[in-house]
């Protein structure tokens, strides 16, 4: 009895793996996974999203595949009617005040432009101030572009200001504002107001306008629209001049140029 114990007791030893094997099979791993192999990939192509195939008895028929379902297409946005646009100042204004697609999100405090028709320069930029109430860019960002207009030799009541949204956004959605056909209305509103000049400060507002966005602080352009050209000069926006003062200069040069042409 001892004996035959002591033959069971060896075989279930000689059955446990051997330390050395396994550490031949770690380090081979170790070895592919520091290669980069960390995939197993086969030759034959797998279904893996295919159902299984149900085992048919003899003779009986294949069911025929289920037609799949077509998902119904995602409903089209709604988008800004360029026909249904007012079609004078006064109601372009009272318009701009109302029409929800205007605006994301919210309801918000609209702003209104400001200005008379005919003005020697519109200015454009791309949002009101945030603590913008009934005046546009009453703020930090308004007291930069007043100073800039005086340099300019435009007085207050000569410009037309406008911006492209009509309330503070933060971090709007240009591009789906641009699908909604934003740059209609903007196109609009500047054919309404018929200015000498333009001055459109951000380069969403000039996206909006067909034009890609400036290489540098200022660039000379034309407004094309319906026969009508207008002298355009495109900058930065005004928060972002506020910070580069090297950029005022380069403003100032363009402007120059463009009142020489």
């Known amino acids: 009895m001892i004996g035959r114990a002591r033959q069971v007791k060896t075989r279930r030893m000689d059955h446990r793996p051997n330390p050395e094997f396994l550490d031949d099979i770690s380090g081979a791993l170790?070895?592919?996974?520091?290669?980069?192999v960390d995939c197993d990939f086969l030759d034959e192509p797998a279904t893996w999203l295919a159902p299984p195939e149900v085992e048919l008895a003899p003779g009986e028929p294949r069911p025929r595949p289920q037609p799949r379902k077509v998902e119904a297409a995602a409903p089209e946005r709604p988008r800004i009617d360029p026909a249904t646009l007012p079609a004078d100042l006064p109601a372009f204004k009272e318009w701009w005040m109302t029409e929800p697609l205007l605006t994301e999100g919210g309801a918000g405090l609209r702003v209104p432009p400001r200005g008379v028709k005919g003005a020697k320069v519109m200015v454009l930029v791309e949002e009101p101030e945030s603590e913008d109430g009934d005046v546009l860019l009453a703020g930090s960002q308004g007291r930069l572009l007043s100073a800039m207009l005086t340099a300019f030799g435009i007085a207050a009541d000569h410009a037309y200001v406008a911006s492209a949204l009509p309330r503070h956004t933060p971090g709007a959605d240009w591009t789906e504002m641009t699908e909604r056909g934003l740059g209609a209305v903007l196109t609009q509103h500047i054919a309404l107001v018929a200015p000498q000049r333009l001055f459109v400060l951000g380069s969403n507002v000039l996206s909006l306008l067909g034009h890609?966005?400036?290489?540098?602080?200022?660039?000379l352009r034309t407004f094309n629209h319906e026969g009508a050209k207008i002298p355009m000069i495109a900058s930065w926006a005004l928060r972002a001049l506020a910070s580069q003062?090297?950029?005022?200069a380069a403003l100032w040069?363009?402007?120059?140029?463009?009142?020489?042409?």
């Open 212 to 219: 890609e966005p400036p290489q540098g602080p200022a660039v």
């Open 253 to 261: 040069r363009a402007w120059l140029e463009g009142i020489a042409v």
């Open 30 to 36: 170790d070895w592919w996974r520091t290669a980069g």
């Open 245 to 248: 003062p090297r950029a005022k």
